[in-house]
């Protein structure tokens, strides 16, 4: 290989590794080569040689284009990002020592992305306890796996690239085999029924390992049917790729752990029927309108804005979005940090939030300008989404769904188009205890720190009155 061609491939080559559960020894006696020689490679202080690259491929029956493609700058990418945190905003980072950085050191590299990651997970959960503090008066509370679940994927912006690489290439199997039933039938043997609700008893998707079938729910829609096939997928295939992920968290409940391993399950699905590549390319094209997106991919409204959420693979990034779920009286069973919203961690969100208001106009998109106390705005939709029902009598219950994002990014969004900017936005919240509009008329609770006047002479329209000092 001349010197004009070397490949240098350490990322790529660790990634693949780890992915395939092997230690350096292990790989080194597969290709009898000595284990310094593939850490001399995963460091990128050795090129990889056609015969090596050609062992690789026949040992390991992979892509050789996946192997020799460019991982050294999605880690760049990376790390370029994080140095945009306005703590290293004094030091002098030109891009291309970032890209150097990753390629001559990427064992140093990947150190400081997870030192990084660990952080925001700590200052995550610093603002949790603090929050806990002001609505419980200092008490100490019981672990809360919920919070717990959620800051892991807050810290990664809900975004795990290894996840949509593995779930891009099993997408294109899948493909191959003419869809999920297909592929699930060839590739293990399952066959795919579907039953009656009173048959499942209380199940929507059960795996038979004994006859070799997946069970589902009959009174499910298409699309969720097929979102269960997609996450039965990735509990039998993607499993080392889900744990490696896991493995990144400190978690102190077990019931944290768990929900954190189901909703990277739940991802992983949706990377499986919305790839990374196809999906980012189609946001873009149709200006993220997610009814259209849903159509297209054969996917639900809430499936669709969801994925919506996971576009911030470095390089390949989109809008970044924030979502939230809510139900009529007022419950938060899905919130996704994303798009800088601060989202209320204790009580409830602001009524003037027209997610609240969602369900006067069930499946209808509600647009709507939110602007904070401290003047950033937001651009939001609003709509209802159903869960349940399918047959007579069976139960249906209905939340609302929100995707927004930051003010700059709302000219990318077809919602934007024919309608007022920014300057009609409506004055918002995160949660009354937080808020200092003091004429707020739907107030439900004083602010913290607020002297409340009597009311002996004058009673304010406002629900409280205050003290200027």
Known sequence: MSSERRLYVGANLRRMRRDLGLTQADMASDLEVSASYIALLERNHRPLSAEMLLRLAQTYRIDVAALAGNADSDDAARLQAVLKDPMFADIDLPSFETGDAATNFPGVTEALLRLYTAYQEEQLALADRTAEAHATGGAVEAPDPVAESRRFLAARRNNFPTLDDAAERLAQDVASHEGLAGYLKARHGLRVRRLPANVMVGSVRRLDQHRKEILLDDSLDTASQTFQLALQL????????????????????????????????????????????????????????????????????????????????????????????????????????????????????????????????????????????????????????????????????????????????????????????????????????????????????????????????????????FSDN
């Not at 944290?256 to 590549?277: N, V």
């Not at 139960?395 to 000219?411: K, M, N, P, T, W």
């Open 234 to 465: 990735a509990y039998l295939e993607m499993r080392p790729e889900v744990a490696a992920v896991l493995s990144e968290g400190g978690f102190t409940t077990e019931s944290g752990e768990r929900l954190t391993r189901r909703a990277l399950a739940s991802y992983a699905a949706a990377a499986i029927l919305m790839p990374y590549t196809a999906f980012a390319r189609a946001v873009e094209a149709r200006r993220y309108d997610v009814e259209a997106l849903a159509r297209q991919f054969a996917a639900s409204f809430e499936q669709t804005a969801h994925r919506m959420t996971t576009l911030q693979k470095p390089g390949q990034e989109r809008v970044p979005f924030f979502f939230i779920r809510v139900d009529e009286a007022g419950n938060v069973p899905k919130r996704l940090d994303g798009g800088g919203f601060p989202f209320a961690r204790h009580g409830g969100g602001c009524p003037l939030w027209s997610v609240h208001h969602a369900f006067r106009t069930p499946r209808q998109i509600v647009t709507q300008w939110l602007e904070l106390p401290d003047g950033q705005r937001f651009f939001s939709i609003a709509r209802t989404v159903s869960a349940g029902g399918g047959a007579y009598g069976a139960q249906r219950v209905e939340r609302a769904i929100a995707l927004g994002c930051a003010a700059e990014h709302a000219d990318r969004l077809i919602y934007t188009q024919g309608r007022p900017g920014p300057e009609s936005a409506t004055p918002i919240g995160v949660t009354c205890r937080l808020c200092h509009r003091t004429d707020c008329t739907a107030r439900s609770a004083p602010p913290i720190g607020r002297q409340i006047l009597v009311d002996d002479i004058r009673r304010t329209s406002a629900p409280f009155g």
